[in-house]
């Protein structure tokens, strides 16, 4: 009986410090970014129409957050604020700004980020990782401080070019700096066409983008299966032009589309507007698929951390009377999920997108968390994942206890968003209010600058204006962004006046 008690001792005292040791990293993170998916366009999110099997999947096995906000309304601010970890208020990118309009000699490509602040893929790169994008990049073109090879990436693969990225059917993609043929017929991404009969295949060609690009991601992930990785997927679905698979399509119900979609608000004609853009979800869900797929051939899926968002809401509604861009309804599918406002709008619409984590080492699987978080809090979040030293300076809160452990942030910064576009707009989130001021722009609008304050816990639709009862909000969100604004020549905005 002596002898018992020290060996029971000695397992308890065992078990304990067992129990005391911290879980290892995740030893992959793969950040899977959707273009212009809305809040409500994934079953998870309540959508009823589009099928998104993959994503519930991925939902029922991870977190899902209610509250996740992109870094800006638009690609490419949004991608800068992901992967510098700086808010709109000391970006550099603020606005889809073309590089040639600054660089002549710059033949595609969207304005540059400098080397002044290191990426994400810089800080994971020098930490060891194998660090790879494929999809649409949009901060900078081939050769410039903005290239991805550049800023981080071992390897890229798919569209430098964001306005090249508007058709599937493109003359190339790009190879880090080699550009690789694609289509001897491209598609370009925009055509009208007012009379005659509508066909899918007048507009496609050879090979689907998204195909080599799938490709490449799936050879990245079996390549690196026995090092660490950071890989960054930002896929093209669902912007427009609408260009999916014809049996996806053809698997919705005919009697959803009674007229073609011609072309008149943008981008590429199509005879069944609303089917084609649920078939191009879809379609993205399929990649996610494919993802997961390579990644547990690898013998690596428990191990990585998989992260789904998307860069802004729904694409924006067409002029008066017309259909929405590229033929988007956004209505017919509730897009937003009854939120206000679309893509290009610091309303929640424009904003709030979906977001799912999974690493079933960590995080819970099932599990709703509303807690307020954006595109900043990624680069400090996914540092503290990975066991790496994030830099200084950074704008965004470390989600990781939040993810891994379900513990709510007691306190977070201010969400700022100053964004000169779209007619010049600027959002703060304070706790569960969000003061908005629009138009500022636009001078002879006839509510320029009006403030509006918002509860967006209890209101997300944003329906009840409270500044007139709460000026103390307005003042609070004036004093954050005197604070937080660090100036942009390239995209000013005058927020004071």
């Known amino acids: 009986m002596g002898m018992r008690l020290p060996l029971l001792l000695a397992l308890v005292l065992a078990a304990q410090a067992c129990a005391a040791e911290p879980s290892p ?31 519930d999947r991925l939902a029922a096995e991870g977190t899902r957050f209610t509250q996740h906000y992109s870094g800006a309304p638009v690609c490419a601010p949004a991608r800068c604020v992901l992967l510098t970890g700086r808010h709109l208020g000391k970006a550099e990118i603020r606005g889809n700004r073309q590089a040639k309009l600054s660089f002549p000699e710059a033949e595609e490509g969207q304005h540059p980020i400098s080397g002044r602040v290191a990426t994400l893929a810089e800080t994971f790169r020098a930490a ?37 990225a508007h058709s599937f059917y493109p003359a190339y993609l790009w190879r880090n700096a080699e550009k690789v043929p694609l289509n001897a017929k491209p598609i370009p991404g925009h055509r009208r066409q007012p009379e ?107 191990d990585t951390l998989v992260i789904f968002t998307s860069d802004n809401g729904t694409t924006h509604a067409g002029a008066a009377g017309k259909p929405g ?63 790496v030293k994030a830099p200084e300076g950074l704008d965004g809160e470390n989600l990781w206890p939040t ?44 509510n320029r600058g009006k403030w509006e304050v918002y509860d967006v816990a209890k209101d997300p639709a944003e329906t009840k204006d409270l500044a007139a009862e709460q000026p103390e909000v307005v003042a609070q969100a004036v004093a954050i962004l005197e604070r937080e604004d660090a100036g942009n020549a390239l995209f000013p905005l005058d927020w004071r006046r």
């Open 403 to 446: 993810l891994a452990g379900g513990s709510r942030l007691s306190e977070r910064r201010p969400m700022v968003w100053i964004y000169p576009e779209y007619g010049g707009q600027v959002a703060v989130r304070i706790g569960d209010l969000k003061a908005v001021r629009k138009n500022l722009a636009r001078p002879n609008a006839g």
């Open 128 to 164: 060891g990782f194998a660090t790879g994008a494929m999809g649409k990049w949009g901060l900078g073109p081939v050769g410039s401080s903005g290239d991805p090879n550049a800023r981080g990436f071992d390897l890229f693969f798919g569209y430098n070019c964001q306005a090249l």
């Open 325 to 387: 861009i590229g033929g988007v309804d956004a209505a017919f599918f509730n897009s937003v999920a009854g939120l206000r406002g679309l893509k290009g709008s610091v309303h929640e619409g424009g904003l709030r997108v979906p977001m799912i984590a999974r690493w079933p080492r960590g995080i819970k699987a099932g599990a709703v968390d509303a807690t307020p978080s954006y595109f900043a809090d990624w680069y400090p979040t996914l540092c503290a994942a990975a066991g």
């Open 25 to 55: 990293p995740p030893r992959n993170i793969v950040f899977i970014l959707a273009d212009d998916l809305g809040y409500g366009e994934i079953g998870a999110y309540g959508q009823t129409k589009i099928r998104t099997p993959n994503l």
């Open 196 to 302: 005659g009969e509508v066909r899918m295949e007048d507009y496609q060609s050879g090979t689907h983008s998204s195909e080599p690009i799938l490709r490449e991601a799936e050879a990245f992930i079996a390549r690196n299966k026995d090092r660490r990785f950071l890989l960054y997927l930002p896929f093209t679905e669902p912007h427009a032009a609408m260009h999916p698979p014809r049996e996806l399509v053809e698997s919705y119900p005919r009697e959803w589309d009674r007229e073609p979609y011609r072309g008149e608000s943008g981008y590429l004609p199509h005879p069944r507007p609303r089917a084609a853009y649920a078939a191009m979800i879809t379609d993205l869900d399929r990649h996610v698929g494919r993802v997961r797929a390579a990644l547990e051939k690898a013998g690596v899926l428990e």
